[in-house]
Nanobody, 126 residues
């Protein structure tokens, strides 16, 4: 059974940093790409970043490029989302998901991801 568990969310001031973790079980990083998505109140869920170890690809939404970084630790079956220079508009519930594709030219899309974690809240105060 594929399971994804996020952690690391919290409250941080503008300009601060957080590192989110996504622990995967039931599959290995070579089987799936891992994407991070977020959903703010009243807004649609959007793709933030993705990583595919098998393809050697990472990608980011334009809104987070240069501020967010994604990495994986295969020994721990964990994907991290390092978020720096946080802004109030980064406030959202962040989800990790496992899917079949992380492209080089666009942020991840929901329809490409089949398995989802429960989400972790990130709040950036101004």
């Amino acid at each position: 059974e594929v399971q994804l568990v996020e952690s690391g969310g919290g409250l941080v001031q503008t300009g601060g940093s957080l590192r989110l973790s996504c622990v995967a079980s039931g599959f290995t990083s070579d089987d799936y790409a891992i994407g991070w998505f977020r959903q703010a109140p009243g807004k649609e869920r959007e793709g933030v970043a993705c990583i595919s170890d098998s393809e050697g690809v990472t990608n980011f939404a334009d809104s987070v490029k240069g501020r967010f970084h994604i990495s994986s630790d295969n020994a721990k079956n964990t994907v991290y989302l390092q978020m720096d220079s946080l802004k109030p508009e980064d406030t959202a519930v962040y989800y990790c998901a496992a899917g079949v594709f992380c492209g080089e030219y666009a942020a991840p899309a929901q329809y490409e991801y089949d398995y989802w974690g429960q989400g972790t809240q990130v709040t950036v105060s101004s």
